[in-house]
């Protein structure tokens, strides 16, 4: 059974940084892929960045040069650090996987993805 786990979540003022972890039990890093995602109230949920096992990346237009994804295969965890935060920032943060895709090209649409962890909340304040 894949769980995803996210962690790392907090308040920060603008500017400051916070570092998300996902760890993930029962899963297969190879082929495939991991994402971030995020969704604020009222919005859709939306793709912030993503990684794939051939080391392919991936990141939303707003968060690029600000937000870092990386994996640790020897951890069974992800991570997201993220420097420069901003109010607009604020979301509930998901961890994602998907599942051997049959077209492997990463896309940071909801849809591609399978596995889901309960999400980890950042707040950025002004």
């Known amino acids: 059974q894949v769980q995803l786990v996210e962690s790392g979540g907090g308040s920060v003022q603008s500017g400051g940084s916070l570092r998300l972890s996902c760890a993930t039990s029962?899963?297969?890093?190879?082929?495939?892929?991991l994402g971030w995602f995020r969704q604020a109230p009222g919005k859709e949920r939306e793709g912030v960045a993503g990684?794939?096992?051939?080391?392919?990346?991936r990141y939303a237009y707003g968060v690029r040069g600000r937000f870092t994804i990386s994996q640790d295969n020897a951890k069974n965890t992800l991570y997201l650090q993220m420097n420069s935060l901003k109010p607009e920032d604020t979301a509930m943060y998901y961890c994602a996987a998907t599942a051997n895709p049959e077209k492997f090209w990463l896309r940071l649409d909801v849809d591609f993805f399978v596995y889901w962890g309960q999400g980890t909340q950042v707040t950025v304040s002004s």
């Open positions: 029962g899963y297969s890093y190879r082929r495939n892929c």
């Open positions: 990684i794939c096992s051939d080391g392919t990346t």
